[in-house]
């Protein structure tokens, strides 16, 4: 049995809990519990705040973990990671008053700043040559300049809306960060080979989000140049149709270029283009 600690209630729940049932892997979830067994995989998930999680993978009260590399390097426990997830991307960025001239961070020197993530900001500070007062608040960290509290924030930041409605313009990005898999370093034999069939199943899943399987209805005459905009897994499966001199082909896209590609495969002659989610790609 694996033990996987996931955020309880929070902004990484929800993708965490997909992955894992995508997977294939089933539970019955509620908000209530704090544990749960899976049904068909033997794999325990404990619910628990996101802070908590890379200290409790590293003393091994769970096996492994689901969290933001802002928390994981927080904690100075990066040394967990087995691999980045994909989900949850944000970035940590220091933010001033619209209002504060702001020309390089060499303005930040001498100034108050308010942040839930004080190692993380002390190192870049110190890598940029900036001295200030970090003061450590554990939420609602973008208030702070304007109840008098600090004269500028670090804290997580995805689309920007809430600094701006609160009077704050971005000024520096400090970290990157997504989601990540950590692994307890000494885990047994047995768990090691758990871990390792999840991880299958979790790249099984991954590739699969990042391809669709297209199909579509070309004459023969086209079949080369379209061929030549499919680049495929192996080669595109081409099947002839009832009708003569026409052919269906099959094949598998990248989710990122897909839209050029469609452009151009229909001005090379393709019809009844057909484009399909994948649920799970083996290679
Ligand atoms: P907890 O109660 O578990 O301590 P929290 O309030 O600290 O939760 P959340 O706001 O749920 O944490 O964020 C969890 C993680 O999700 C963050 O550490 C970060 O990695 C990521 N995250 C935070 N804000 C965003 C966002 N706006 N977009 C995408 N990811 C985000
Ligand atoms: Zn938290």
Redesign the pocket.
């Known amino acids: 049995m694996l033990r996987l600690a996931i ?7 929800e993708d965490s809990l997909n992955l894992i049932r995508e997977c294939g892997i089933s539970f019955v979830s509620s908000s209530l519990k704090l544990k749960t067994e899976s049904t068909n995989f033997p794999l325990e998930i404990l619910y ?5 999680i890379p200290g409790y993978v590293a003393d091994g009260v769970a096996d492994i973990g689901i ?5 994981l390097v927080e904690e100075g426990k990066q040394s967990l990671t087995v691999e980045k997830l994909g ?4 970035r940590l960025s220091l933010a001033v008053p619209k209002t504060m001239e702001y020309n390089s961070i060499q303005d930040l020197n001498g100034k108050n700043i308010a942040t ?1 993530y004080p190692n993380l900001l002390k190192a870049y500070l110190q890598e940029q040559g900036v001295e200030a007062d970090i003061h450590t608040i554990s ?1 609602s960290v973008e208030i702070a300049p304007s109840i008098g509290l600090a004269e500028a924030i670090c804290d ?4 920007g809306s ?1 600094l701006i409605s609160n009077g704050l313009k971005e000024v520096e990005r400090v970290f990157k ?3 990540a898999l950590i692994a307890n370093e000494e885990l047994s034999e047995e768990k090691r080979e758990i871990l390792e069939k999840l991880l299958f199943r979790i790249h099984a899943v991954q590739r699969a989000r990042k391809k669709k399987y297209i199909l579509l209805n070309a004459p023969n005459e086209s079949l080369d140049e379209i061929r030549s905009l499919l680049p495929s897994i192996k080669s595109p499966t081409i099947l002839p149709l009832a009708e003569d001199g026409w052919s269906s082909l099959h094949s598998v896209v990248n989710e990122d270029d897909f839209w050029e590609i469609i452009e151009k495969i229909k001005a090379a002659g393709a019809q009844g283009i057909l484009v399909i989610p994948i649920e799970k790609m083996i290679i």
């Open positions: 955020q309880k209630s929070g902004r990484l729940s628990l705040r996101d802070d908590d969290v933001g590399e802002n928390v989900f949850s991307k944000c839930s939420g997580i930041v995805s689309s809430t960060s997504e989601a």
